[in-house]
């Protein structure tokens, strides 16, 4: 990443530390839609700040590393490239006797030499509208920011800011702005004796998909260093000098001052969801002053502790790079959304006490960014289930993708994944009963109109977070084609999500357990035994035949994608396959055929298959390959959307050796570690030590596993059970160039 221009911060540092390696350009070029951005901001922050070289909507993120012009910094809530920012403003320099303020106009070109990212840091040089040198840079807190500009002489340079954006040339099939331009208005107020901007941007870019939100508002209050000489407000191509305030649907406030040779100017900026004090009371509880190094030292730390949970051994620093930027976005997502004690709701519209989180991507991240977040972060993750249950008490369903309210994206109900998962693990600080209970509606009620409504993903607010087709579900046992959208897919998510709630009704409700694990058994209603695979299925009980590239039924995937998707009864699915050596044919022609899609969520725990066929050499082999070609360090090194960490997270723990492949149920799959040694910090007991995961012998041709040990007491399967490993002090793979016999 090169020394930070103007920062002595690295030069401090005497041995190159764990952030470092980290390369936040990873994943955000067009190609592969690896969906990331260079976020800068403590972990899990709730304001991500970020350089913005777009206008920000749904389906783009408002950086692209194949752009090369900057328009703004943008304090940001998009969490991934498909869901929308939400109360967002953005601020960006210029020079020039005209004031420009459209995204468009205000836009200044630069070269990626030129520009240096990391987790706590962000600066970029450009060229002015007066062709005079301008630097740009950033570091930033959880709910505030410190801006810094580097001018040239001039006595016409200004800092424009920008709210809500309401630009009807961006529409298309993601993004509706037609109710919006309607109903929304933005606004800003600017108080040159104080230096300081204020405003609210009631905008969300996905807010067709959810419900209304009367009191959604993002607020700002931007302080700056300098008395402006000038100042104003605009509104779409309209600019009103000396107005202090404006209300508008693309609008903002600019201030001008005149600069003297490499004068700096800084702005603080302070976000909230609750209010303009308490905007103002972020910033003064986050940024006391204007220590632009002390709060990247602040910021870098905060990574740097984080990022100490993982350390890997025997790894190049191109290796290294990779694993740990792949660290630093399992710990972007979710976000924090209290602020000192209180939180806006999106289910309800008000604010209330406590601890919250939002933007979770639960159909993605239940697979493994979860499950690794149990290892890492116990305490955390009770956090994140009781933002959960807040959710339900506030909206009366749990969530499936919130953003920050209900979205109706995806489809399951896999919330239940996630408590099961922990609840069997032993976390239980959050309320139990109330969890099961809203497990419980998950599984057995069905959303509002649920026979009427096809329930089509992203379908515009049809008012449930449930399981649509649940009424069918439960009576004839699958999910029927030709009433609910993406049925087949419907059917397998929900029998696992059923088993995942039957896991935590044994012990509190068992009077619920047959039901929900028979029901679990409702995939079996989906799987032709003539064709071989999951076909969707009429009312009337026909089938209907696919094509390998056929969709219909399916979310994201082929009949291949989810031929497998049965996570919690892998040996049930043997058996339909007609046991284990058909089986093992059945993934070797996916894999040969060319069918698996490393970039799509459904198929990530396919690799990890073998195990149970009785050929994990071949699961060996296939974790090799599948961690070096699909993750590089590169800006297009992610083969697919990070989908908020569950990308990351499946590199995370293939290259340390082990998978979880049935979430819930506290076993892991094994494969083989990449690196000599990854050092991993567990909890056992209420007490933190350190498991070493060890590849004895490791190399280019020993890439398969002779033998397992855990603290020297050999693995008779090629499996792990959860409380093993967290107990344990060394996990030692003793690696081969022989395949193993079955």
Known sequence: ??????????????????????????????????????????????????????????????????????????????????????????????????????????QLAFSHDNEQATP?????????????????????????????????????????????????????DCNDYSDRLRHLRGWVRIDPERGEIVGYNPDRQSAQLGPELPNFKGYFVIRLNKRPARWGTWDGNHIYADSLQLYGSRMGAY??????????????????????????????????????????????????????????HGASDNDKTIFYTALYHAYLLPREFSEQGRYYSAMDDQVHEGVSFNDYSLWDTFRALHPLMTLLEPDLTCDWITSLLQMYQQGGWMPMWPNPAYTNI???????????????????????????????????????GDTERRYGDRDPWTAFEGRAGASFYHSIGYVPDDKTAEAVSRTLEYAYDDWCVAQVARDLRPDDYPTLLRWSQNYRNLYNSDKGFMLPRRYDGMWIDLDNRDRHGLTEGSKWTYLFCVLHDIPGLCELMGGHEAMARRIDENFDGGHYRHDNEPGHHYIYLYDYCGYPWKTQELVR????????????????????????AWYLFSVMGFYPVTPGSNTFALGAPQF??????????????????????????????????????????????????????????VMTDTKPLK
């Open 120 to 172: 706590y840091y962000y600066s970029v040089r450009l060229r002015s509208q007066e062709a005079k040198p301008l630097r740009v840079e950033m570091t930033a807190s959880s709910r505030a920011a410190l801006l810094r500009f580097t001018f040239d002489r001039s006595e016409h340079s200004w800092l424009v800011i920008q709210g809500i954006n309401l630009n009807p040339a961006l529409g298309d």
């Open 410 to 448: 995806m489809i399951g109900t896999h919330a239940d994944a996630v408590i099961a998962d922990a609840y069997m693990k032993g976390l239980r600080n959050y309320d139990v009963q109330l969890a099961y209970e809203a497990m419980r509606k998950d599984a057995m009620v069905p959303p509002n």
């Open 625 to 648: 390959k599948h961690t070096r070609i699909n993750y590089l360090n590169a800006p297009d090194g992610l083969n697919g959307n990070d989908d908020c960490g569950q990308m990351s």
């Open 1 to 106: 990443m090169g020394v930070l221009l103007g920062l002595v911060l690295a030069a401090e540092v005497s041995a190159k530390s764990l952030v470092d390696y980290v390369n936040p350009m990873i994943g955000t070029a067009i190609h592969n839609e690896g969906g990331t951005a260079p976020f800068v901001g403590p972990p899990h922050a709730m304001t991500s700040m970020m350089p913005m070289t777009r206008e920000n909507k749904m389906s783009t993120m408002a950086y692209v590393y194949d752009d090369d012009h900057l328009m703004g910094l943008l304090a940001s809530h998009q969490p991934t490239v498909w869901m929308g920012d939400y109360g967002y403003a953005s601020v960006m320099p210029g020079q020039g006797a005209q004031v420009l303020t459209l995204p468009e106009q205000r």
């Open 676 to 733: 000599d040694r990854v050092s991993l910090r567990v909890t056992a007991d209420n007490a933190p030590h350190t498991l070493n995961i060890v590849a004895e012998g490791l190399s280019e041709q020993n890439l398969y596993v002779k033998h397992v040990l855990v603290d020297n007491r050999p693995l008779a399967e090629p499996f792990i059970d959860y409380t093993t490993l967290i107990h344990a002090r060394e996990l030692r793979f």
């Open 255 to 312: 201030v001008e001052f005149a600069t003297g040779k490499n004068e700096v100017v800084m702005a603080q900026v302070g976000t909230s969801f609750i209010s303009i004090e308490q905007a103002r009371a972020n910033l003064e509880a986050e940024l006391p002053g204007w220590d632009f190094k002390r709060l990247c030292a602040q910021t870098r730390q905060a990574w740097e502790e984080k990022l100490a949970a993982m350390q890997v």
